[in-house]
């Protein structure tokens, strides 16, 4: 069982930058595509972006494309979002999860497919 632990978020003003760290436990990691979403207050849970177990492929919402870079370094068996030109609407809990099943051979934004949720990180942004 892998366990994913969130951090990096915190208060930050419009245009401001911020990056997200998922830490996993265990060794399977690197053999699982994973995915951030993110969840603001009385709204349902939005998929952010989702990377291939490989690193070589993303995925990316319209709302965040451009602005935001979904990375990881299995090597440390962790993950990251790079959040950049932030806009108050961004403010939501992120949380990181893994795709319910290992080598994955496409990305989806659907949260039904991902599994091992962590606990989330809020971000806020000010206008």
């Known amino acids: 069982q892998v366990q994913l632990v969130e951090s990096g978020g915190g208060l930050v003003q419009a245009g401001g930058s911020l990056r997200l760290s998922c830490a996993a436990s265990?060794?399977?990691?690197?053999?699982?595509?994973m995915a951030w979403f993110r969840q603001a207050p009385g709204k349902e849970r939005d998929f952010v972006a989702a990377?291939?177990?490989?690193?070589?492929?993303?995925l990316y919402a319209d709302s965040v494309k451009g602005r935001f870079t979904i990375s990881r370094n299995n090597a440390k068996n962790t993950a990251y979002l790079q959040m950049n030109s932030l806009k108050p609407e961004d403010t939501a809990v992120y949380s990181c999860?893994?795709?319910?099943?290992?080598?994955?051979?496409?990305?989806?934004?659907?949260?039904?497919?991902?599994?091992?949720w962590g606990q989330g990180t809020q971000v806020t942004v000010s206008s």
């Open positions: 999860a893994l795709d319910r099943s290992q080598y994955g051979s496409s990305l989806t934004g659907f949260a039904a497919e991902y599994e091992n």
């Open positions: 265990g060794r399977l990691f690197p053999t699982y595509n």
């Open positions: 990377i291939k177990w490989s690193g070589l492929t993303t």
